[in-house]
């Protein structure tokens, strides 16, 4: 077919703007699809440009090779490709194409003889092949149609697979993250909430753990690892791990502690990254407890008597700088008590559309009225409905989804004989 | 909101009402642009910031670390009471990166003030 001579088809990447018909009487078609054919044999670009020329929708241009074809690549939605190139032969192109450009269409255009690497191109990658001198203006019409909604459908399907993967990952992480507490004392409730923030695949370092000791001390954590995203996510992980070890080879909560800001100095993967953390462990007789904080918000205190911050020294977060004491502080709690450990995530919310924030006054607030009837009577709901309540009023007043993940541990008693 | 009379060796940094994890990296990066060759000290200027999260914190403390590889200081200046003072004080912040009330008060104070 080399006897073809055509002086248009000399250059590469021609666009038929010299042809009748081109150029501005196609602008106006709909969805135009801009075709890319790569072939060196100027004979057989003739018939081939010819034929997509009798389909207005199309637009052509031609590079003699992959390396001219490389900076003509940006703009197109299909690739007609010969499988014999100066620079690449066979199944290399459409290889080159695949790892390349993934998003473009590819058809493949094979010899009468070589019918079989047409479908051995179509295993590797190619959408479809045609047999050069078997084509018309129709066929290759609908074939190149074809192959771009094809390509666009595995696009689809592509990206519905990775949100898929995201989410699968992220339900590992958030299970390394956030386990499903199991207590023997009959007088405790657990409930736990999590939200991811700022849209749902947005998972963070939050994390939570709570451990109830043969003695019968009870150890809660609830901690923080700055910023958001599938790293912190995993660093939280660590964290909760090493501190369940720790608790569990019944380590003093200062060498538990140690160990955690340990952990997260030799773990984490950006520096002055850094993680809060709110501990508390209650004692067997459940009265009072031994209060640890490092930068995190303390929790608070809902009793008969109201609601309150239960106060504590604040030693510096693990990873801001190197502590070597960890202050605890004795708290009291009473007879009858629900504690709240939750991370800052929870009072961040906005309040309208200022930068006002809740802030741990707004959360109280909000459970004083959520835990006394209108005539001032004690109206005391469930654990579990008290933290639904709270998540959802922090979210309507912030308009919508809050923007940082957060954690909740509420840990319940009744110590009153039934 | 009146401009501070410029000082010899000095750069004041203007921080955004609200630093979150949305620009907290584009403020730790002003602020380590800030110390330049002849810059001994950085005032992070956080009087009218009225929000900051961990993300904005880590910023500060890599600020100071960078700002201190420079051969300069970083200091903070933050509306004494307000939500932001409250913030560092919870992380502790001020143990690593001095504190004034007033960007004037950071300016003038000597010259490497142990935090």
């Keep these: 077919m080399s006897g073809h001579r055509c002086g248009r088809c000399?250059?590469?990447?021609?666009?038929?703007?010299?042809?009748?018909?081109?150029?501005?009487?196609?602008?106006?078609?709909?969805?135009?699809?801009?075709?890319?054919?790569?072939?060196?044999?100027?004979?057989?670009?003739l018939i081939e440009q010819e034929l997509l020329l009798e389909v207005a929708a199309i637009e052509v241009q031609r590079a003699r090779s992959l390396g001219e074809?490389?900076?003509?690549?940006?703009?197109?939605?299909?690739?007609?490709?010969?499988?014999?190139?100066?620079?690449?032969?066979?199944?290399?192109?459409?290889?080159?194409?695949?790892?390349?450009?993934?998003?473009?269409?590819?058809?493949?255009?094979?010899?009468?003889?070589?019918?079989?690497?047409?479908?051995?191109?179509?295993?590797?990658?190619?959408?479809?092949?045609?047999?050069k001198g078997h084509v018309d203006g129709p066929l290759l019409h609908r074939v190149i149609r074809y192959a771009v909604e094809r390509r666009q459908a595995e696009n689809v399907q592509l990206e519905l697979l990775l949100a898929q993967a995201t989410a699968r990952e992220n339900a590992r992480l958030t299970r390394g993250l956030l386990p499903a507490p199991l207590i023997a004392d009959p007088r405790l409730t657990v409930a736990t909430r999590y939200r991811p923030g700022g849209g749902q695949m947005q998972l963070g370092g939050d994390f939570y753990d709570l451990i109830e000791m043969?003695?019968?001390?009870?150890?809660?954590?609830?901690?923080?690892?700055?910023?958001?995203?599938?790293?912190?996510?995993?660093?939280g992980v660590c964290?909760?791990?090493?501190?369940?070890?720790?608790?569990?080879?019944?380590?003093?909560?200062?060498?538990?502690?140690?160990?955690?800001?340990?952990?997260?100095e030799q773990e984490r993967h950006a520096e002055r990254l850094f993680a809060t953390l709110?501990?508390?462990?209650?004692?067997?007789?459940?009265?009072?407890a031994l209060l640890h904080l490092a930068g995190h918000p303390p929790p608070l205190l809902i009793s008969p008597s109201g609601v309150t911050e239960l106060v504590a020294p604040v030693s510096m977060p693990p990873g801001i700088s190197h502590a070597s004491r960890w202050p605890a502080t004795e708290v009291e709690l009473g007879e009858r008590w629900t504690v709240l450990l939750y991370t800052d995530g929870l009072v961040e919310g906005r309040i309208g559309t200022g930068s006002e924030r809740l802030g741990s006054e707004g959360l109280i607030s909000g459970i004083k009225s959520a835990t006394s009837g209108a005539d001032g009577t004690a109206a005391m709901p469930s654990v579990e409905q008290l933290l639904d309540g709270m998540i959802s009023r922090a979210q309507e007043l912030n308009g919508g989804d809050l923007d940082d993940d957060l954690a909740v541990l509420a840990l319940d008693y009744d110590g009153r004989e039934s | 909101m009146r401009g501070h009379e410029p000082v010899a060796g000095t750069a004041v940094v203007k921080l955004p009402t609200e630093v979150d994890i949305g620009n907290a990296d584009h403020v730790g990066e002003?602020?380590?642009?800030?110390?330049?060759?002849?810059?001994?000290?950085?005032?992070?200027?956080?009087?009218?910031?009225?929000?900051?999260?961990?993300?904005?914190?880590?910023?500060?403390?890599?600020?100071?670390?960078?700002?201190?590889?420079?051969?300069?200081?970083?200091?903070?200046?933050?509306?004494?009471?307000?939500?932001?003072?409250?913030?560092?004080?919870?992380?502790?912040?001020?143990?690593?990166?001095?504190?004034?009330?007033?960007?004037?008060?950071?300016l003038a104070a000597p010259p490497e003030r142990a935090p």
């Design chain 1, 10 to 45: 000399d250059k590469a990447g021609v666009v038929f703007e010299d042809l009748p018909g081109a150029g501005t009487a196609f602008a106006a078609a709909p969805s135009r699809i801009s075709v890319l054919l790569i072939e060196d044999d100027d004979g057989d670009a």
């Design chain 1, 278 to 288: 709110c501990m508390m462990s209650v004692r067997p007789d459940r009265r009072s």
């Design chain 1, 239 to 264: 964290l909760r791990v090493a501190w369940r070890t720790m608790v569990l080879a019944g380590q003093p909560m200062a060498e538990v502690l140690a160990a955690v800001q340990q952990m997260l």
């Design chain 2, 30 to 106: 002003q602020l380590r642009a800030a110390a330049a060759p002849g810059v001994m000290v950085v005032v992070a200027d956080l009087t009218t910031t009225k929000f900051c999260d961990s993300a904005g914190v880590r910023q500060l403390a890599l600020a100071h670390d960078k700002v201190a590889d420079s051969g300069a200081q970083l200091r903070l200046a933050v509306a004494e009471g307000g939500s932001v003072d409250r913030i560092l004080a919870l992380i502790g912040l001020e143990q690593l990166v001095p504190q004034y009330p007033t960007v004037e008060a950071a």
């Design chain 1, 214 to 235: 043969p003695g019968g001390w009870l150890h809660a954590v609830v901690g923080d690892v700055c910023g958001r995203g599938p790293d912190e996510a995993a660093l």
């Design chain 1, 69 to 131: 074809a490389r900076p003509l690549l940006a703009d197109v939605s299909c690739v007609l490709l010969d499988l014999d190139l100066p620079d690449s032969q066979g199944l290399e192109g459409v290889r080159w194409l695949q790892q390349h450009v993934p998003d473009i269409a590819v058809v493949v255009l094979t010899g009468l003889a070589d019918e079989l690497l047409g479908a051995a191109a179509v295993r590797s990658g190619a959408q479809d092949y045609l047999v």
